[in-house]
Every structure is written in structure tokens, then in C-alpha cells.
């Protein structure tokens, strides 16, 4: 089992609508959580990024983590075309070798005008 | 303010070459972690260098290997090039009183043939 599991994709969405990406994961020791946004042949760009379990929003976008249940999504409101791009999650632990940066294998996101 | 920057963009090298990619971090920024991005995969963390050294290092193996200067930019070297080196080659680079967040650079795509 990997160590962080993103669903798989690709996800395909009119524009307007609430798009949901989710993640899970196997290391408690994990207590950092990010968002990034990777345009085609670009690098990966900080979207969200969220200190143990809880909510936080920037704008349309809302991050929630589930250490209980090792579960963490990213909410998109109102998703727009610009949005459509590969969303990577990505988690750490706070020492040793958990501190290094753990990511999943992305899904691409397509916003249909 | 410029971001973190790498060059070269793109590179064709052959099996068993030498390669060099370089990496200049976000003003302000002194840590930097270089990754892998096979296609259609999420990053994998190579190592991360720190005051001059590294400090922590993924699952690749002595081929590669890197350097950080005084001015914090860093060079990723990858000797006797496999195919399966094919990949696009990341910087991220994050402050001390923020080690948690990491900032890409656009990458260098390697291809070896």
C-alpha cells in the first residue's frame, strides 16, 4: 500500500459546479498537509496548505483534513476552465524521516466551459 | 520577486552521461529539496540541502547526487544516465521559519535516449 492514495482520475466538470478531490493516507506521523495545482509541463504551485485536522478556506477553495480517519479533500466552488489543471495532494511529518515530502499521484481536472 | 528558477528547461542526454541541473531559490528561501516526476506521477523526493549539506535524502540511489552554494542555489547531478531517468527534475525551495511550505520551480525535463 502507497503511502498517500488519491483517487483516481480524470475528472471531467461543467463550469459552476463543486468539485470535491480526495486523499488518503497510511503514516500518522503525518501532520502537514498541502494542496498544489500543476498546470500541463509546469511545476507544482502551493494552493492550500493546513497544520493537522481542521478546515481552512482561500477563496473558492476549501481544504479539510481527517487525521482520525486519514482523510483529507480539497473543495473547489463555483470551478471555472482556468481551474482545470492536475491536483497534487501532498503531506509530511514534523521530524526524521517522515519530514519529507510525501505526495499522490495527482488527478486531472477538466472544467467545461 | 522572482520565484525559484532552473535551468536548463529541457535537456537530451545518452545512457551512461553525466548530467548537471541547476536551481536558484525564492529570495529569501534557504532550504532546497529536489524532486522526480516520472509522467502521469505524482513528485518523488530525491534529498533536501541545507547550510551547505545535505540533510535528508529519498530512496535514489549514489547516481545522484547534489550540492548547495553560499548564496543557497543548488546543482542536482545525475551520473551514467539510464533510460528510465527520463523525467521531469524539481526544485522547491522554503524559508527556515517555514520549512513546511515549499515553493516550485518550472523544472527541467531530462530526457535520456
Known amino acids: 500500500q502507497k503511502e498517500v492514495e488519491q483517487d483516481p482520475g480524470p475528472l471531467s466538470v461543467p463550469e459552476g459546479a463543486i468539485v470535491s478531490l480526495n486523499c488518503t493516507y497510511s503514516?500518522?506521523?503525518?501532520?502537514?498537509f498541502m494542496w498544489y495545482r500543476q498546470y500541463s509541463r509546469k511545476g507544482p504551485e502551493l494552493l492550500m496548505y493546513t497544520y493537522s485536522s481542521g478546515n481552512k478556506e482561500d477563496g473558492r477553495f476549501t481544504a479539510q483534513v481527517d487525521k482520525s480517519s486519514k482523510y483529507i479533500s480539497l473543495f473547489i466552488r463555483d470551478s471555472q476552465p482556468s481551474d482545470s489543471a492536475t491536483y497534487l495532494c501532498a503531506m509530511r511529518g514534523a521530524t526524521g524521516a517522515n519530514s519529507k515530502l510525501t505526495f499522490g499521484k495527482g488527478i486531472t481536472l477538466s472544467v467545461r466551459p | 520577486d522572482a520565484g525559484v528558477t532552473q535551468s536548463p528547461t529541457h535537456l537530451i542526454k545518452t545512457r551512461g552521461q553525466q548530467v548537471t541541473l541547476r536551481c536558484s531559490p525564492k529570495?529569501?528561501?534557504?532550504?532546497v529539496s529536489w524532486y522526480q516526476q516520472a509522467l502521469g506521477q505524482g513528485p518523488q523526493f530525491i534529498f533536501q540541502y541545507y547550510e551547505e549539506e545535505e540533510r535528508q535524502r529519498g530512496n535514489f540511489p549514489d547516481r545522484f547526487s547534489g550540492h548547495q552554494f553560499p548564496n543557497y542555489s543548488s546543482e542536482l547531478n545525475v551520473n551514467a544516465l539510464l533510460l528510465g531517468d527520463s523525467a521531469l527534475y524539481l526544485c522547491?525551495?522554503?524559508?527556515?521559519?517555514?520549512?513546511?511550505?515549499?515553493?516550485f520551480g518550472p523544472g527541467t525535463r531530462l530526457t535520456v535516449t
Open positions: 529570495s529569501g528561501h534557504d532550504t
Open positions: 503514516n500518522s506521523a503525518f501532520q502537514y
Open positions: 522547491a525551495s522554503s524559508p527556515r521559519d517555514s520549512p513546511y511550505e515549499q515553493y
